[in-house]
């Protein structure tokens, strides 16, 4: 994969997602999970999910924090559970009951603010 596609998912913005939209495809989620290192899709094909670890609490509050950030830019938000040195993130479209391309540009930037 090419650093420019590799990028191109964090570099787009997520688009409002009514009901009556189609969940992606199979064949498109495992595409775009390509773009996404570390990041796994759940056994019904409806999330997807990494689990982030950290050298501590504080360092774990602070990823916690910046990805509610992302998550209020983009209107797409994750659920996730944390403990005193790890976060599980899941990205779901909840209005579809599945993938949407929005899962996967905020998958993109959790793992772009790690890398900065």
């Known amino acids: ?19 009556g ?3 992606l495809s199979a064949e498109r989620a495992k595409t775009l999970l390509e773009q996404v290192p570390e990041w796994s899709i759940s056994g019904d094909g409806k999330t997807i ?3 982030f670890e950290f050298k501590g609490f ?3 509050m602070a990823f916690i924090n910046v990805m ?4 209020n830019q983009e209107g797409h938000h994750p659920d996730f559970e944390a403990g005193y040195n790890f976060c599980l993130v899941n990205f779901t479209t909840h209005a579809i009951d599945g993938l949407s391309e929005n ?10 603010m790690l890398n900065d």
């Open 49 to 51: 999910y990494r689990r």
């Open 68 to 71: 509610a950030w992302i998550a």
């Open 21 to 23: 939209t189609e969940p």
């Open 103 to 112: 899962d996967f540009i905020c998958a993109a930037k959790l793992n772009a």
């Open 1 to 19: 994969m090419s650093n420019s596609e590799s990028n191109a998912l964090q570099e787009q913005q997520c688009k409002p997602c009514e009901g």
């Open 58 to 60: 504080y360092k774990t």
